[in-house]
C-alpha cells in the first residue's frame, strides 16, 4: 500500500519551524518586559525611601543645602522613573507585535495542517476506492472462471 505524501509538507515544516522561532522571540520579549517592569518598581521603591528621607530631614533642623540636595534628588529619581516607564511602554509594545505576528504565524500554520488533513481524508478514499475496485475485479474474475 503506497504512503500518502502531502505536497506541502515542506511549506507545513516551514511554518511549524517559524512558529517555534516566534515563541522563543515572544519568551525574549515577555522577558524583557519583565525586566523593565522590575526595574520600575525598585525605582518607585528608591524614589519612596528618598521622599520618607525627605519628609525626616524636614522634621529635624537642617541646611538649605541638604534640602536642595534632597529635592533634586527626587527630582531626579522622577526622571529616572518617566524613562523607565517609556522602557516599559516599549517593550510592551514589542510584547504585543510579537503576540500579533505569533498569532497570525500559528494560523497560517493550522491552515496547512487542515489543508494537510483534507488531503489525507481524500487520498484515503481514493485509496479505499482503488481497493475496491481490485476486489470487485478479483470477484469478477473468480467468478467468470467458475
Not at 103 to 111: L, N, P, S, V
Request: net charge positive.
Amino acid at each position: 500500500m503506497p504512503r500518502f505524501k502531502y505536497r506541502l509538507q515542506g511549506v507545513l515544516n516551514i511554518k511549524k519551524q517559524f512558529e517555534s522561532q516566534t515563541r522563543m522571540e515572544f519568551a525574549v520579549a515577555a522577558g524583557e518586559l519583565r525586566e523593565q517592569e522590575e526595574k520600575l518598581s525598585a525605582l518607585r521603591k528608591r524614589r519612596a525611601s528618598c521622599l520618607e528621607e525627605a519628609r525626616e530631614m524636614r522634621s529635624r533642623s537642617v541646611t538649605a543645602r541638604e534640602l536642595r540636595d534632597s529635592d533634586n534628588a527626587l527630582k531626579i529619581m522622577d526622571e529616572m522613573i518617566e524613562n523607565q516607564l517609556l522602557n516599559v511602554k516599549r517593550a510592551e509594545d514589542k510584547v504585543a507585535r510579537v503576540r500579533q505576528k505569533l498569532q497570525d504565524i500559528m494560523m497560517e500554520r493550522k491552515t496547512y495542517e487542515k489543508l494537510r488533513e483534507k488531503a489525507f481524508r481524500e487520498w484515503q478514499k481514493e485509496e479505499e476506492a482503488e481497493e475496491h475496485r481490485q476486489v470487485d475485479e478479483l470477484t469478477s474474475y473468480t467468478h467468470s472462471k467458475n
